[in-house]
């Protein structure tokens, strides 16, 4: 065996303070992204202007869920956190069938994100260069580069995504300021009044916006990994959650004014205009075409920090899965720095054989050049974020369970009220995206993968289930172990 290679049953511990998984988790998140990207899509598509209330209607809610799932972290450190916390919540095989809806919605997440990293490279070199790299030998490269960081000590990540994120914070900051200063109407605060909560079209809106929180969850993932798990966890997920929610909030509100609130309710938004060139064109126009280069190679990096975000979550789901035999026990070995690079390499295998399909297949290549995020981009990160929606839901009822099962100093507050609160909110959220999903897919009508995409979420969780269930006579062995994790976090075996 490799003299760099462990099999042990935990990643390294201690590296990871409250800061370091702080940014991971908004790195996830994406902020600039999600304002130039989501929030002028949500704009666009809804004609509403309760987007900023919508986020901190949406920062709230999730703050109420995780009061429950930081809680549960103090008592439960497991790298595939969802699996661990609904194993120990509501059961062996609720457990497994987590842990195969978090692997799908985890992996939908990464490898779609990849199909909006792939075109905003390929469009932006042929745009200042005139050389046409194709998209996938774009995505190819970056697999190998977001490969590399996964294999290699949890902290060079963080540190390089620290930089990024605090980057996109920069530069989004600056086009507020000049949003708020030169509004395209005139100033109002009447898009994060609270009146807009009950407007027509609030919904959707909610929808559009749960998926920009999408990552804030990850926290728990890096609790074998923190320096104090039983506070680091906990702290990281509120912090995150109220930058994420008042960041959001403000900027979409400077993004409102930007575009003028008259034009959005009244459906003035024109299809040309739709979506990023919103954001991007009111740069050009009051802050000049090389703050607008910088913002879009700031736009790349904030892509790429939302992959590699996601990339670790899912090797670290991988190795958890792998050391409790539900995968193959080789997925459970780490590298002697702690990194999880059998799952980190199964991750980058994976989405090179998606990848490569879609370029081979020519998947969508009938809407042009913006085939790979009309397609690969949005219907597989739409149908990641309403698998972790629905993990949630999920989690919410497993702390009910676990405080049950597990009765300590918890008030009732935590064990019971705010994780009966966050099901039913997140579970609202779930029945509007699954009604609304066309909307978020960008088509003019439902067609089979309306339905098809939903699917794919819900039915490897069905199966896992029966599969966790039947796990119970087949490997009894295997069963007792399901989301107990490591045993001793210390006890590492390192080989030779």
């Known amino acids: 065996m490799s003299r760099n290679v462990a099999v042990t049953n935990t990643v390294n511990r201690r590296r990871l303070g409250v800061p370091a998984i702080t940014l991971m988790i908004i790195a996830a998140s994406a902020p600039l992204t999600v304002v130039a990207g989501g929030a002028t899509t949500a704009f666009s598509v809804t004609g509403s202007i ?15 869920f995780a009061i429950g799932y930081a809680a549960m972290s103090r008592h439960i450190t497991n790298a595939g956190a969802f699996y661990a916390y609904a194993a120990q919540g509501l059961g062996r095989p609720m457990g497994v069938g987590v842990s195969i809806v978090a692997l799908v919605a985890y992996n939908c ?3 779609g994100i990849y199909g909006m990293l792939g075109f905003q490279v390929s469009d932006f070199v042929a745009a200042k ?35 990024l994120v605090a980057l996109e914070f920069l530069v989004v900051i600056v086009f507020d300021v000049v949003a708020f200063a030169n509004p395209a109407e005139s100033f109002t605060a009447q898009p994060i009044s609270p009146a807009e909560i009950f407007t027509p079209g609030i919904g959707a809106v909610l929808a559009f916006g ?26 990281a997920t509120f912090t995150a959650v109220g930058i994420i929610g008042v960041f959001y909030a403000l900027s979409s509100w400077a993004l409102s004014l930007a575009i003028g609130t008259e034009k959005i309710a009244g459906g003035g938004i024109t299809p040309e205009e739709a979506g990023p060139p919103l954001f991007f064109g009111f740069a050009a126009e009051h802050m000049g075409v090389i703050v607008v280069d910088i913002m879009s190679v700031l736009f790349i990096t904030s892509v790429f920090a939302a992959v590699m975000s996601f990339h670790n979550a899912v090797a ?78 999920i989690i919410a009822l497993s702390v009910i369970g676990y405080f049950r099962r597990n009765p300590n100093s918890t008030t009732a507050w935590t064990r019971l009220i705010s994780p009966i609160i966050a099901f039913l909110f997140l579970a609202t959220v779930y029945v509007l995206i699954v009604a609304n999903f066309n909307v978020l897919m960008d088509q003019p009508e439902t067609n089979a993968l309306t339905f098809v995409l939903p699917l794919v979420i819900v039915v490897p969780g069905i199966i896992g289930v029966i599969w966790g269930a039947a796990l119970k006579g087949t490997k ?9 994790g490591a045993p001793d976090p210390d006890d590492v075996e390192v080989s030779a």
């Open 316 to 393: 670290r789901y991988i190795f958890s899965l792998g050391r409790e035999s539900l995968l193959p026990r080789g997925l459970g070995r780490v590298t002697r720095s702690g990194a999880p690079w059998a799952g980190s390499v199964t991750q980058s295998v994976l989405a090179l054989v998606v990848i490569i399909a879609f370029a081979i297949g020519g998947i969508g290549s009938e809407y042009g050049p913006l085939y790979p995020v009309i397609t690969l981009f949005t219907w597989l990160t739409n149908t990641g974020a309403m698998g972790l929606v629905l993990l949630m839901a």
């Open 129 to 163: 260069t005139g050389f046409e790299i194709p998209w996938w030998v774009v995505v190819i490269v970056f697999i190998v580069i977001v490969g590399w960081m996964g294999v290699n000590r949890i902290d060079l990540s963080a540190k390089v995504l620290g930089v």
């Open 210 to 235: 749960i998926a920009a929180f999408m990552g804030f969850e990850q926290a728990a993932i890096y609790g074998e990994e923190a320096k104090d798990p039983r506070r680091t966890v906990a702290r």
């Open 476 to 484: 009894p062995h295997v069963y007792e172990q399901i989301g107990r």
């Open 50 to 64: 309760a987007v900023p209330i919508g986020y901190i209607v949406l920062a709230i809610a999730l703050g109420i």
């Open 109 to 111: 997440m990464q490898i």
